[in-house]
């Protein structure tokens, strides 16, 4: 019912910028939450960014100051800008997303497939 369409990724130097979009296509009737998952080899995944329709947003410690994460409501899109990377943002970068579906229930298990951001030393 949700697809999500991912692009951004890539290989960078440390200190470099990156910046992720997700669109978000199919049958649903709003979008709530929007947000950005990240998950290293052997590592959990970890939320990193979220914000709400209304623009709250909420950050993992390890990257607030330098992340901003941002949507266009318009365009279904969620953005993370990402800033000063270092090594240990390396890892795959999943969009995720909360619809009210055509059922008018709330479904979160809605996923991008992944990019991959490689941080270089």
């Known amino acids: 019912q949700v697809q999500l369409v991912e692009s951004g990724g890539g290989l960078v130097q440390t200190g470099g910028s990156l910046k992720l979009s997700c669109g978000a296509s199919?049958?649903?009737?709003?979008?709530?939450?929007m947000g950005w998952y990240r998950q290293a080899p052997g590592k959990q995944r970890e939320l990193v960014a979220a914000?709400?329709?209304?623009?709250?947003?909420n950050y993992a410690d390890s990257v607030k100051g330098r992340f901003t994460i941002s949507r266009d409501n318009a365009k279904n899109t969620v953005y993370l800008q990402m800033n000063s990377l270092k090594p240990e943002d390396t890892a795959v970068y999943y969009c995720?997303?909360?619809?009210?579906?055509?059922?008018?229930?709330?479904?979160?298990?809605?996923w991008g497939q992944g990019t991959q951001v490689t941080v270089s030393s």
């Open positions: 995720n997303v909360g619809v009210r579906t055509m059922a008018w229930s709330y479904s979160t298990d809605n």
């Open positions: 199919g049958r649903f009737r709003s979008i709530s939450t």
């Open positions: 914000i709400t329709t209304g623009g709250s947003t």
